[in-house]
């Protein structure tokens, strides 16, 4: 959430990023998804997977990735459960360790590597959050993908 990690995530090539924590996010979905969506990629889960149902073409694709709003939430479910029904979204769990099951890893490592040559995946400093951490505050340090205080992937150095 914020300004500052919006104009991250649409400078990476992202066509549009809104903003969750924006009084107008609600607003802001509905216009940014205007003439609905084929595929929407989860990583969220709860109040955001919802809204995103009832933005989703007919016979469009979920793929489920994660459900960081949901972790430490177990009476967090889907509630536009008629949305997948009415529309026919289809909705699949996604492993990134699947590729490497399928024999597919190989492929899609490539596919990454040409997407950085070509500059449509963007890699630097901000694509990822070292936090420096004593390994007993290892669980505290975890707690910041619970509030947004990281940016990218967040990486624990363990400190010695």
Request: hydrophobic share 40%; aromatic share 10%.
């Given at each position: ?110 596919a990454i590597t040409q997407g950085i040559k070509d500059g ?41």
């Open positions: 959430g914020g300004d500052k990690k919006c104009k991250w995530v649409e400078s990476l090539g992202a066509d549009v990023c809104v903003d969750y924590k924006s009084a107008s996010f609600k607003e802001d979905l509905k216009k940014a998804t205007d003439g609905f969506v084929d595929v929407y990629f989860d990583n969220v889960g709860g109040e955001i997977l919802d809204l995103m149902l009832s933005r989703i073409k007919r016979f469009g694709r979920v793929a489920a990735c994660g459900a960081i709003s949901a972790y430490n939430d177990p009476t967090v479910g889907v509630k536009n459960w008629f949305e997948i029904i009415a529309n026919r979204i289809e909705v699949r769990g996604f492993i990134v360790i699947d590729a490497m099951v399928s024999g597919k890893a190989g492929d899609m490592l490539g449509k995946i963007k890699i630097d400093p901000e694509s990822e959050t070292v936090v420096p951490t004593k390994f007993e505050d290892v669980p505290k340090t975890w707690t910041t993908l619970f509030s947004g205080g990281n940016q990218g992937k967040l990486v624990t150095q363990i400190e010695a």
